[in-house]
């Protein structure tokens, strides 16, 4: 089992920048990749960057080149830092830990609101 606990979402201009948080405890040892999805109102969750233990990475198109995603492995935690932010971006920031096993296992985080007023 794994928890997780996100923080950082809040309100900003376009153009500004916010960083996410999400701490994990539990099996954190068993995680296999660790990531972050956004759904908007109306919208299907999507894939906003993911990250494995072994350091790859992967962003959707969307947000290439104006976020990041790294780890901190003494911390448990994992971040997403977010630039030039776009009110497209407006969305609930879900975190996401997936463990591979028998099948794919995802726990997720309880969600945190990113509001980008243009």
């Known amino acids: 089992q794994v928890t997780l606990v996100e923080s950082g979402g809040g309100l900003v201009q376009a153009g500004g920048s916010l960083r996410l948080s999400c701490a994990s405890s539990?099996?954190?040892?068993?995680?296999?990749?660790m990531g972050w999805y956004r759904q908007a109102p109306g919208k299907q969750r999507e894939l906003v960057a993911m990250?494995?233990?072994?350091?790859?990475?992967n962003y959707a198109d969307s947000v290439k080149d104006r976020f990041t995603i790294s780890k901190d492995n003494a911390k448990n935690t994992w971040y997403l830092q977010m630039i030039r932010l776009k009110p497209e971006d407006t969305a609930f920031y879900y975190c996401?830990?997936?463990?591979?096993?028998?099948?794919?296992?995802?726990?997720w985080g309880q969600g945190t609101q990113v509001t980008v007023s243009s």
């Open positions: 990250i494995t233990t072994g350091g790859t990475t």
């Open positions: 539990g099996s954190i040892f068993s995680i296999d990749a």
């Open positions: 996401n830990a997936v463990i591979y096993g028998a099948r794919r296992w995802d726990y």
